[in-house]
């Protein structure tokens, strides 16, 4: 049975100055993010990608068999689409040359926030994946979470966990 990717919205470009909650998973849901190099090799990818694409990141986290994000447009040309397409295309290149494995699901599943919604509210939800988990007792235990615009103390301090 083939499933339909999640539908993005009609009459939304998906560019400029937005927020949004991202989450792509791994191929087969396999447990992939387990070790330190893979998980910065995609990291890296994450940030340079986010850099020439024009998106910050302001909170991540790669879960065994996912990765969320909460990102914004720095840009009037930000393409929201155009980022996670390039960034699952060159991870999933470097990837595959070095694990020799499929990286990605198709598609991935994304919330656009809207102007009064909280976003230190989706950055708390992200860090706090792991927690509910049950991968680790405390977040600021958890390796493979991080923010590209604020320490990982200061973006800890500012949702108060």
């Known amino acids: 049975m083939t499933r339909k990717p999640p539908p993005r919205l009609r009459c939304f470009d998906y ?4 927020r949004y909650f991202l989450t792509i998973c791994t191929h087969h849901r396999a ?10 090799m995609i990291t890296a990818q994450l940030t340079r990608i986010a850099a020439a694409e024009r ?4 909170a991540y986290c790669l879960m065994p068999d996912h990765i969320h994000g909460l990102v914004e447009g720095q840009h ?3 393409d929201f689409r155009k980022f996670v397409r390039m960034f699952k295309q060159q ?10 494995a499929t990286l990605w699901q198709r598609s991935y599943f ?3 926030l809207r102007d009064d919604e909280d976003g230190l ?8 994946n792991p927690l509910r988990a049950g991968l680790v007792a ?9 923010s590209m615009t604020l320490t990982v103390r200061d973006l800890l301090y500012s949702i108060q966990l």
Request: proline share 2%; glycine share 6%.
């Open 31 to 40: 447990r992939v993010f387990i070790e330190d190099d893979r998980v910065a």
């Open 121 to 128: 509210r989706v950055a708390k939800y992200i860090l706090e």
């Open 91 to 100: 991870s999933s290149f470097h990837w595959k040359r070095t694990c020799g």
């Open 15 to 18: 560019t400029g100055f937005r």
């Open 110 to 112: 994304e919330h656009v």
């Open 76 to 78: 009037d040309a930000a």
């Open 138 to 146: 405390r977040v600021e235990d958890y390796p493979y979470l991080g």
């Open 55 to 58: 998106f910050s990141v302001t």
